[in-house]
């Protein structure tokens, strides 16, 4: 059953600690997106990977988030320090590039800064 | 700014109706248009996509597709209490170099009622 894999599922911390979010791509997949979702906002694309190398991360705080891809089979996405405005539920998504330009979404994580 | 466009809704349509969800984009040059489902407190699940002007069938959802005039909707028959979600119209973003990178809407709230 393939699917994209993200952990912690949630995670409650306080304003300033840093927190590391991962994600496990469908195996195959060499896309990947990082997203964050909150009710104003809706689905914001964060930042996006092809064969491992970023593409785009201007949907990003440059100052506070990074994201990296260790390997095909890991997305990291970091935020240090983190902030109440922070909180949000992060989306990790994976496709194949000539696939159709299909996404296929992880089960979020759903983040808590207080 | 490309854009895409759906009302928010809530749309509320009786049980066995058919519910209409409609989506408006801006980039001509877009190929791609994906229909995910959202419900509360889970991830996006991609329920249809089209790639062909016209209509495509898979159950009781059927999505239309007319680029000359910039819009992709999604019908779906026998509307069911479980199709109670979010949905959210995505389309690809021809400028991003076939990444595979989409632009989604906002997403409509579809209630259907008992």
């Known amino acids: 059953d393939a699917r994209v894999t993200q952990t912690p599922r949630h995670k409650v911390t306080e304003m300033g600690q840093e927190v590391t979010m991962r994600c496990q791509p469908i195996l195959g997949h060499n896309t990947v997106f990082w997203y964050r979702q909150t009710m104003m906002q809706g689905l914001e694309l964060l930042a996006y990977f092809r064969n491992r190398a970023p593409l785009d991360d201007s949907g990003m705080p440059k100052d506070r988030f990074s994201a990296e891809m260790p390997d095909a089979t890991l997305a990291t996405l970091k935020i240090q320090p983190s902030e109440p405005r922070d909180s949000a539920v992060y989306f990790c998504?994976?496709?194949?590039?000539?696939?159709?330009?299909?996404?296929?979404f992880g089960p979020g994580t759903r983040l808590t800064v207080l | 700014q490309k854009e895409v466009e759906q009302n928010s809704g809530p749309l509320s349509v009786p049980e066995g109706a058919i519910a209409s969800l409609n989506c408006t984009y801006s980039d001509r040059g877009s190929q791609s248009f994906f229909w995910y489902r959202q419900y509360s407190g889970k991830s996006p699940e991609l329920i249809m996509f089209i790639y062909s002007n016209g209509d495509k069938e898979d159950g009781r959802f059927t999505a239309q597709l007319n680029k000359a005039s910039q819009y992709v909707s999604l019908l779906i028959r026998d509307s069911q209490p479980s199709d109670s979600a979010t949905y959210l119209c995505?389309?690809?973003?021809?400028?991003?170099?076939?990444?595979?990178?989409?632009?989604f809407g906002q997403g409509t709230t579809l209630q259907v009622k008992p």
């Open positions: 998504a994976s496709g194949l590039s000539g696939g159709g330009d299909t996404q296929y």
């Open positions: 995505a389309v690809n973003d021809k400028g991003s170099s076939n990444t595979g990178k989409l632009i």
